[in-house]
C-alpha cells in the first residue's frame, strides 16, 4: 500500500501525475492530501457569484437559465459544419446573479447544458461589456447529462472545490484524491497520543479523510482543527529547538564592570529612564552575563527609546572587553545612529582624541557607498577593535569586515532583513555573540509566537517625558481638494514658526511603480494600480512652484549618493530646510525634533504599520505633531475604513493589529525560498491565538524532556521536512 512519500504517478497514473506536478507542485501523496479544499459546496446550495473576480480560476456550483446558440458565419440555420464559427451563449445563475458562459465551436453541448440543470463550472472569469463570463469552461452536471456518475462518485453532502488552474479542474484533483485515500496505508500519527486526547484532537488519518470526503460539517470542523494543530506544534517545535539551542551554545559571558563606560554614560545622561528602560535594561544585563548567547526581540512603540536600551547593552559590552556591531536597514538610518550615538555618549565616544574621557571608546560608521579613506578607516577601526561599536548597512556583513572581538549584534528594523543576514553577521564572532534584534512595530502576540519564536521578547510600551502628543487626519483628495490647500496652508504657517515639516511619496520619480527600494509596501490598498503612484522628484517640484513657493525644500531618497544623503539630513537637522520631500527612508531612526508636520501622499499605498513608524517622525520635541495622510481612496472602500483606523489611534499595538488584518498570511509569514508551497495552509495568525499559544506550550514542554525527539519519531519527520522545504523563511518578514 502507498504510503504518504509515494510519488503520485504510481497511485493515479503518470499523466494525472504530470499535470498536478506542472499545475500545483504537487510531486507525492502527502503533497496531494495537503492541497486542501479551499471551501466546500451543498448539493443544492448555489455559489455566490458576486464573490468573482476578474482574472481568478473559479469553480462555482450554478444552475443553467437560459441557452442560446448561433452561427457567427451564416443568417440563417445553425451550421452542421463544425468547422463553420459557432458560438453558444449559456447563462448560469446563483438565484439572484447571473455568469455567462460562452463557448466557441462546440454546438453539441447545447445537448447537455439545458435550462434548469446544475453543476460545476470551472474556468478563468473575464469581462465583457460590464458582465463576468467564462469563456470555454470545463463543467460536470449534476442529476442529468454527461458526467454525472463523475462527479457523484466523490461527492457527498459536501462537496469539495480545490485551489485550481484553468487546466486542471477542482474535480479532476478530487478524483486523483480519492484514488489515493482508497489505497493509502495511515500514516505515523505524529502527535502524541495523550496530547491528542488531552485536546481533544482527531487521529491523523481521520483528519485526512474528513478535511477531504467530510460527511457532516462537524468532521469537517473537527479534521481541520487537528490539521491546524499539525502545523501550530511542528512549527512550534522548530522554534523550541531553536530555543534550547541557543540556550545550549557555549558563548563569552559579558557581566557588568563597575566604574566602566555604562557607569559613566548613565551619570552623565541628562534625563531619567522610564520604568520600562530600567527593567528591561536589567533583564538584558543580566542574558549578557550568562555564559549563553542571548537571543532577544526588543519591541516598542516608536519613540519608547529602544536607542537608549540597546546603547546600554552595547556599553556593558564593551567594558567587559567585547565590541558591538549595529545593523541598519538603510544608509540613512545608519548615519542617524551614528550621529545619535556619538552625541549621546559625547567624551565616551573619542577614544584617542583631544577632550575624549576616562574610559572611552569609538564609534565607527560602514557603509556601502563611502569613500576609499572612510572604509579603510572604519575596517581597521573594527578589526583592531579600538572601535568598541560599529554601526553599518548590509556593508556590515561582507566578507572582508573583521572584528577583534565581536560580542553583541544589535539588529535595529528586525523585518527588513532576513535570517540568513542576520547570521552572516553573527558568523563574524570568535564565538557566538549576544543577539539583540529591535523593532518599532510592535508585533501583535501570534505573530511573536510565530515569526520571532525563537527569541525572547520584551516590550516598551511608556514613552519617554517631554514627548508631545500627535494628531492625525486623514484628507480625501479628491473629494475635499480644499482640505488639501488647507494642509499645505498648514505647513506655511509651521514653518513661519520656524518649525519644519516632511512630505512622504511612494517613489521617487523617473523609475516604473515598483522598481524603487524605496516604494511603500503597497499592502493597503488592493485599487492602487489606477494611475501610478506620486513621486518624491514630481512632487517637490510641484510644491515649489505652487503651495510652497517661498519655503526651503529638499528631496531625500535612496538613489542619492551617500554624501549627498547625509548632507541634506545635516540641512534639515540644522533647521536650514524648511521642508523635506523623501521616501520611506525616513521612516525610522530619523529624529528631528523641529519637525511637527508630516503629509503622506498616496497614504493608501503604504502598510498600516509603516504609516505608523513614518508618523513617529514628528512630535519629538515640544511642539504637538500633525500627521495627514492623503488619499484618493474612495468613502466606505477598505483602503479608506483603514486609513481612518490609523488616524484614530496613535497605540501600535492596535496599528499592528490593524496591519496584520490587512495582510495575507503569506506576507507575515513569508514565502518559501525553495519554491515549494508552504506547509502552512491552515494556521491563521488572526484565528488561532488560542491555539497557537496552546501548541507552542505543548512544543516547549516536549523539547525540553526529548530535545531531539528520539521519543516522537514521526513529529522528528515533520519538523525535518518543514526545515527542509521553508528554509525558515517563515523567520523571515515580507
Not at 440563417?76 to 455568469?99: A, E, F, I
Amino acid at each position: 500500500m502507498p504510503g504518504v512519500d509515494t510519488p503520485l504517478r504510481s497511485v493515479v497514473g503518470g499523466k494525472t501525475a504530470a499535470a498536478l506536478d506542472k499545475a500545483l507542485d504537487l510531486l507525492t501523496v502527502r503533497d496531494l492530501l495537503r492541497h486542501y479544499p479551499r471551501r466546500y459546496d451543498e448539493l443544492g446550495e448555489l455559489t455566490d457569484l458576486a464573490k468573482l473576480q476578474i482574472g481568478e480560476d473559479a469553480t462555482v456550483m450554478a444552475k443553467v437559465s437560459k441557452v442560446h446558440g448561433r452561427p457567427l458565419n451564416a443568417r440563417g440555420r445553425y451550421p452542421t459544419n463544425y468547422q463553420q464559427k459557432h458560438l453558444l451563449d449559456v447563462t448560469v445563475s446563483d438565484g439572484k446573479r447571473s455568469l455567462r458562459l460562452v463557448f466557441f465551436n462546440q454546438p453539441w453541448r447545447q445537448r447537455e447544458l439545458k435550462v434548469g440543470v446544475a453543476g460545476l463550472f470551472a474556468g478563468k472569469v473575464s469581462d465583457f461589456n460590464g458582465q463576468r463570463q467564462l469563456n470555454n469552461p470545463q463543467y460536470q452536471l449534476f442529476g442529468t447529462g454527461a458526467g454525472t456518475g463523475e462527479i457523484e462518485r466523490f461527492a457527498g453532502a459536501l462537496i469539495p472545490i480545490y485551489p485550481a488552474t484553468a487546466d486542471l479542474t477542482t474535480w479532476t484533483i478530487a478524483r486523483s484524491v480519492r484514488a489515493v485515500l482508497d489505497v493509502l496505508d495511515p500514516p505515523a500519527d505524529p502527535i502524541p497520543d495523550e496530547i491528542r486526547a488531552q485536546h481533544g484532537l482527531m487521529g491523523l488519518y481521520d483528519a485526512l479523510r474528513n478535511i477531504h470526503r467530510p460527511d457532516s460539517r462537524k468532521d469537517l470542523i473537527a479534521a481541520r482543527n487537528r490539521l491546524t494543530w499539525d502545523e501550530a506544534l511542528t512549527l512550534q517545535v522548530t522554534l523550541a529547538q531553536r530555543r534550547a539551542s541557543t540556550r545550549d551554545t557555549p558563548g563569552v559571558p559579558r557581566p557588568a564592570q563597575e566604574g566602566g563606560l555604562l557607569d559613566a554614560f548613565d551619570a552623565a545622561l541628562p534625563f531619567t529612564l522610564t520604568r520600562g528602560q530600567r527593567d528591561i535594561g536589567t533583564v538584558i544585563a543580566e542574558d549578557l552575563a550568562r555564559p549563553h548567547p542571548m537571543y532577544r526581540l526588543l519591541q516598542g512603540e516608536v519613540g519608547s527609546g529602544k536607542t537608549v536600551v540597546a546603547l546600554r547593552a552595547m556599553l556593558q559590552v564593551v567594558d567587559a572587553g567585547g565590541q558591538a556591531a549595529l545593523l541598519a536597514p538603510t544608509e540613512v538610518l545608519a548615519a542617524q545612529h551614528a550621529r545619535s550615538l556619538r552625541q549621546l555618549l559625547g567624551p565616551l565616544a573619542l577614544a584617542g582624541e583631544l577632550g575624549a574621557a576616562d574610559p572611552a571608546t569609538r564609534v565607527a560608521l560602514l557603509t556601502g557607498s563611502q569613500g576609499a579613506a572612510a572604509r579603510r578607516e572604519a575596517l581597521t577601526a573594527a578589526a583592531d577593535g579600538s572601535a568598541g561599536i560599529v554601526i553599518g548597512t548590509h556593508a556590515l556583513i561582507q566578507e572582508a569586515v573583521a572584528f577583534s572581538d565581536l560580542g553583541l549584534v544589535v539588529v535595529d528594523e528586525q523585518h527588513r532583513f532576513g535570517v540568513e543576514q542576520r547570521d552572516a553577521l553573527r558568523a563574524k564572532g570568535q564565538r557566538p555573540p549576544h543577539v539583540l534584534v529591535m523593532t518599532a512595530t510592535p508585533i501583535p502576540r501570534t505573530v511573536a509566537m510565530t515569526v520571532y519564536g525563537d527569541l525572547e521578547t520584551s516590550a516598551l510600551r511608556e514613552l519617554p517625558a517631554g514627548r508631545s502628543p500627535i494628531s492625525s487626519s486623514v484628507i480625501p483628495a479628491a473629494e475635499r481638494p480644499q482640505w488639501l490647500e488647507r494642509a499645505w496652508t498648514r505647513v506655511r504657517e509651521e514653518a513661519a514658526l520656524g518649525r519644519q515639516a516632511y512630505v512622504v511619496c511612494p517613489r521617487i520619480g523617473d523609475e516604473p511603480a515598483g522598481s524603487s527600494p524605496d516604494d511603500a509596501e503597497n499592502l493597503l490598498d488592493a485599487e492602487a494600480s489606477r494611475r501610478p503612484p506620486l513621486a518624491v522628484v514630481d512632487v517637490a517640484a510641484e510644491l515649489t512652484a505652487g503651495p510652497l513657493a517661498g519655503l526651503a525644500v529638499e528631496i531625500l531618497h535612496g538613489r542619492l549618493a551617500a554624501d549627498d544623503k547625509e548632507a541634506v539630513m545635516r540641512r534639515f537637522a540644522a533647521g536650514e530646510t524648511d521642508v523635506l520631500v523623501a521616501t520611506t527612508v525616513v521612516e525610522v531612526g530619523v529624529d528631528v525634533a523641529n519637525a511637527t508636520v508630516m503629509v503622506v501622499m498616496d497614504a493608501e499605498r503604504f502598510g498600516l504599520s509603516q504609516l505608523h513608524q513614518l508618523r513617529g517622525r514628528i512630535g519629538r520635541g515640544q511642539a504637538p505633531g500633525l500627521c495627514l495622510f492623503v488619499t484618493e481612496a474612495p468613502a466606505g472602500s477598505p483602503s479608506r475604513d483603514r486609513l481612518e483606523a490609523v488616524a484614530a489611534t496613535t497605540d501600535g499595538f492596535v496599528v499592528a493589529r490593524l496591519d496584520l488584518e490587512s495582510r495575507r498570511e503569506g506576507d507575515v509569514l513569508g514565502a518559501a525560498q525553495s519554491g515549494r508551497q508552504s506547509q502552512l495552509r491552515l494556521l491563521s495568525l488572526l484565528k488561532h491565538e488560542a491555539l497557537i499559544a496552546e501548541a507552542r506550550a505543548v512544543a516547549t514542554a516536549l523539547v525540553e524532556t526529548d530535545p531531539d525527539l528520539r521519543d516522537h519519531p514521526a513529529l522528528a519527520a515533520d519538523v525535518a521536512m518543514l526545515a527542509w522545504d521553508e528554509r525558515a523563511a517563515f523567520l523571515e518578514k515580507a
